[in-house]
């Protein structure tokens, strides 16, 4: 597996902010989802908040959630990379396996791509990719 060049304190501090990241999400979630007018959300929303390290969009069946797609979509980079920080991999390209760069980690703590990857990424994906991950 490939393994970054991250020291263990730099994983643990990105490991914290990821968390405490999605923790922010998940309420931001959770109170959009509980004031929203469609009361099947108000069910999902107690759901938000205790379930440990699990995408948010995995709750949904549905895709009425447009209000919150950014924060959803954000809050699954999130838990993808704190398991990629469970297994090891966090910090190195997805891609070509190279390390990210604390740098670019600082700037986007989700980046799963170095800067060379993404920028291919993007221009191959153009047209509606699913890696919301900005160059850096």
């Not at 109170?31 to 995995?58: F, H, I, M, Q």
């Amino acid at each position: 597996a490939p393994m970054a060049s991250l020291t263990p304190s730099e994983v643990t501090r990105f490991r914290d902010r990821l968390r405490a990241r999605d923790l922010e999400l998940r309420r931001a979630i959770h109170s959009a989802l509980v004031n929203a007018e469609d009361k099947t959300y108000a069910e999902v929303a107690g759901r938000v908040l205790d379930v440990a390290e699990e995408s948010v969009a995995t709750m949904f069946a549905d895709d009425k959630i447009l209000m919150i797609k950014k924060e959803v979509a954000e809050q699954t980079d999130v838990v993808a990379a704190l398991a990629r920080i469970m297994d090891g991999t966090y910090g190195a390209c997805v891609d070509c396996a190279e390390d990210i760069g604390v740098k670019r980690l600082d700037a986007y703590p989700t980046a799963k791509r170095c800067i060379r990857c993404q920028t291919h990424h993007e221009r191959q994906y153009q047209s509606g990719g699913r890696d919301t991950t900005p160059s850096l």
